[in-house]
């Protein structure tokens, strides 16, 4: 079956870095379009970013434009969501999620803190 | 961006009684291919979001048939037939025909 696991989230400083990885199985990666959306504590949802099955095609919430860097490499079947100058109101749980414009598989999510 | 409202934010329901969410985008969701991107994913306490229906009222696979979505245009539902004590959680819209992606505030159901 779909299986998305999320890693690298953690603990950081207003204006570090992080890298978050998606590790996916169960299905032919290389054919969908994956995404990160994210979920600040107690709030709702927010799409990040999405890219294309070849790397291409990529968008970015205005929100984190410039700043995070989404890609992925088809043959490790991985996600990764660079995030650079991060600010205390990037600090959600990050879901990696199958497909663009209506997510179909999620990941159990990994927990990034932006705090000083 | 495309603003989904839905109503109410808080619904208490009797167990085996029906429950419906109503879900408002700011502008119509016919994508260019004639297809309508919206969804209802539910959240469990402590989960990862699940999808529900997808392309307003096709169930997923696993979804008890309890679900049900429709609408058209700007005005979507979804309705639990009978609720049961499974269902408690945040009910969330999300709309997927124009980027960025944008969800619904979140409903959340819980039992009386």
């Known amino acids: 079956q779909v299986q998305l696991v999320e890693s690298g989230g953690g603990l950081v400083k207003p204006g570090g870095s992080l890298r978050l990885s998606c590790a996916a199985s169960?299905?032919?990666?290389?054919?969908?379009?994956m995404s990160w959306i994210r979920q600040a504590p107690g709030k709702g949802l927010e799409w990040v970013s999405y890219?294309?099955?070849?790397?291409?095609?990529?968008y970015y919430a205005d929100s984190v434009k410039g700043r995070f860097t989404i890609s992925r490499d088809n043959a490790k079947n991985s996600l990764y969501l660079q995030m650079n100058s991060l600010r205390a109101d990037d600090s959600a749980v990050y879901y990696c999620?199958?497909?663009?414009?209506?997510?179909?598989?999620w990941g159990q999510g990994t927990l990034v803190i932006v705090s000083s | 961006d495309v603003v989904m409202t839905q109503s109410p934010l808080s619904l208490p329901v009797t167990l085996g009684q029906p429950a419906s969410i109503s879900c408002r985008s700011s502008?119509?969701?016919?994508?260019?291919?004639?297809?309508?991107?919206l969804s209802w994913f539910q959240q469990r306490p402590g989960q990862s979001p699940r999808r529900l229906i997808y392309?307003?009222?096709n169930r997923d696979s696993g979804v008890p048939d309890r679900f049900s979505g429709s609408g058209s245009g700007t005005d979507f539902t979804l309705k639990i037939s009978r609720v049961e004590a499974d269902d408690v959680g945040v009910y969330y819209c999300?709309?997927?025909?124009?980027?960025?992606?944008?969800f619904g505030q979140g409903t959340k159901v819980e039992i009386k």
């Open positions: 392309r307003v009222s």
């Open positions: 169960g299905f032919s990666f290389s054919d969908y379009y």
């Open positions: 890219i294309g099955p070849g790397g291409t095609n990529i």
């Open positions: 999300m709309q997927g025909t124009h980027w960025p992606g944008t």
């Open positions: 502008q119509s969701l016919v994508y260019s291919d004639g297809n309508i991107y």
């Open positions: 999620a199958r497909a663009p414009r209506q997510p179909d598989s």
